[in-house]
């Protein structure tokens, strides 16, 4: 079979002035998907680093692990509920789909409202019990980004030992944000740190924020998180002019200007999810005989520059799992 190639479609326009980002992975979409033994759709809720990188991740392991007998079908939501929806219903009314991958997890609640028979890959979810879609019968499997709270927390403490004062900074519209707020302030809170909440609505309000956070807390702290992701060079930037450390839970996000991250590789979590889709593909698994697996997440990513300006070192305990991003 010929290796499908990424085509990226123009902008289309549907009805009652909805505007859809479609992605192509071949020059003749019906042609790849006769030839392929399997098309996938993929629906990504947005544009930013970590969900561009679990696609990339998904398709370069599905495409290997089935020797290329794999046809994609992409489309992005560019955030707007509305888009989302209108995707998922149009990849469950397109019968040459046999398969769905929901990044994030306004993709995957889209889907799970209208698909109950093809199966449904997720990932970038961080809590897909609270959603409803685990239960015994369910077409729904993946892979979630919960972090390890417990660990984060032990890592900003070894590389900003003087920090009392923790800013956790997030969405509070965003279901997943609020979930790991809650376990990263109870964490913090063990290890008697101070907690100064600076949940934002919307990016305009962002570069205040931020400000104020960098004034009233020693280290900034952000669960993962849409809107982070998505303005993560502003709140770099801010920060770095502040002279304030900024712990992401985002790996993809330390070459931005973050300080560190012990999060979840997104790459590795699509190749992961790739791995699930492989064994109800080709191995016949239903989906609800794949509990949802958590996402890998052992390394430390630390940004060489953000440590050397702000007057850090990485301890010997953290040295052997740390990698540094130039």
């Given at each position: 079979?010929?290796?499908?190639?990424?085509?990226?479609?123009?902008?289309?326009?549907?009805?009652?002035?909805?505007?859809?980002?479609?992605?192509?992975?071949?020059?003749?979409?019906?042609?790849?998907?006769?030839?392929?033994?399997?098309?996938?759709?993929?629906?990504?809720?947005?544009?930013?680093?970590?969900?561009?990188?679990?696609?990339?991740?998904?398709?370069?392991?599905?495409?290997?692990?089935?020797?290329?007998?794999?046809?994609?079908?992409?489309?992005?939501?560019e955030g707007s509920t509305a888009n989302i929806h209108t995707i998922a219903q149009q990849f469950h009314n397109d019968q040459k789909i046999d398969a769905v991958l929901a990044i994030a997890t306004p993709a995957a609640q889209a889907l799970a409202t209208v698909e109950k028979n093809k199966p449904i890959f997720i990932a970038?979810?961080?809590?897909?019990?609270?959603?409803?879609?685990?239960?015994?019968?369910?077409?729904?499997?993946?892979?979630?980004?919960?972090?390890?709270?417990?660990?984060?927390?032990?890592?900003?403490?070894?590389?900003?030992?003087?920090?009392?004062?923790?800013?956790?900074?997030?969405?509070?519209?965003?279901?997943?944000?609020?979930?790991?707020?809650?376990?990263?302030?109870?964490?913090?809170?063990?290890?008697?740190?101070?907690?100064?909440?600076?949940?934002?609505?919307?990016?305009?309000?962002?570069?205040?924020?931020?400000?104020?956070?960098?004034m009233k807390s020693d280290v900034l702290l952000t669960p993962t998180d849409g809107m982070v992701a998505l303005t993560i060079s502003l709140i770099a930037s801010l920060a770095d002019k502040n002279k304030k450390p900024l712990i992401v839970s985002d790996n993809t996000l330390v070459s931005y200007g973050a300080l560190a991250?012990?999060?979840?590789?997104?790459?590795?979590?699509?190749?992961?999810?790739?791995?699930?889709?492989?064994?109800?593909?080709?191995?016949?698994?239903?989906?609800?005989?794949?509990?949802?697996?958590?996402?890998?997440?052992?390394?430390?990513?630390?940004?060489?520059?953000?440590?050397?300006?702000?007057?850090?070192?990485?301890?010997?305990?953290?040295?052997?799992?740390?990698?540094?991003?130039?």
């Amino acid at each position: 079979m010929n290796r499908s190639k990424l085509f990226i479609g123009g902008v289309c326009a549907f009805i009652g002035g909805v505007i859809l980002f479609k992605h192509f992975t071949s020059v003749d979409d019906n042609k790849s998907s006769k030839q392929a033994r399997f098309t996938i759709g993929i629906l990504q809720t947005a544009s930013h680093p970590a969900l561009d990188a679990v696609r990339e991740g998904f398709m370069e392991e599905l495409t290997k692990s089935t020797h290329s007998d794999v046809a994609f079908i992409v489309r992005n939501g560019e955030g707007s509920t509305a888009n989302i929806h209108t995707i998922a219903q149009q990849f469950h009314n397109d019968q040459k789909i046999d398969a769905v991958l929901a990044i994030a997890t306004p993709a995957a609640q889209a889907l799970a409202t209208v698909e109950k028979n093809k199966p449904i890959f997720i990932a970038a979810v961080t809590d897909p019990d609270s959603l409803g879609l685990m239960h015994a019968t369910t077409n729904v499997t993946g892979t979630k980004d919960s972090i390890d709270v417990a660990r984060v927390i032990d890592m900003l403490i070894a590389l900003v030992p003087t920090a009392t004062k923790v800013g956790l900074l997030y969405n509070n519209g965003e279901i997943n944000s609020v979930f790991l707020v809650k376990q990263l302030r109870s964490e913090l809170e063990k290890h008697t740190l101070s907690v100064i909440d600076f949940g934002i609505s919307s990016e305009s309000d962002l570069p205040t924020a931020v400000q104020i956070a960098c004034m009233k807390s020693d280290v900034l702290l952000t669960p993962t998180d849409g809107m982070v992701a998505l303005t993560i060079s502003l709140i770099a930037s801010l920060a770095d002019k502040n002279k304030k450390p900024l712990i992401v839970s985002d790996n993809t996000l330390v070459s931005y200007g973050a300080l560190a991250s012990r999060g979840v590789d997104y790459k590795d979590s699509g190749k992961q999810t790739a791995q699930m889709a492989y064994q109800v593909l080709i191995g016949a698994k239903n989906p609800y005989e794949m509990p949802v697996e958590q996402a890998h997440s052992q390394a430390i990513y630390i940004n060489k520059k953000r440590l050397h300006a702000l007057g850090l070192v990485v301890p010997e305990a953290l040295q052997n799992n740390s990698v540094m991003v130039e």
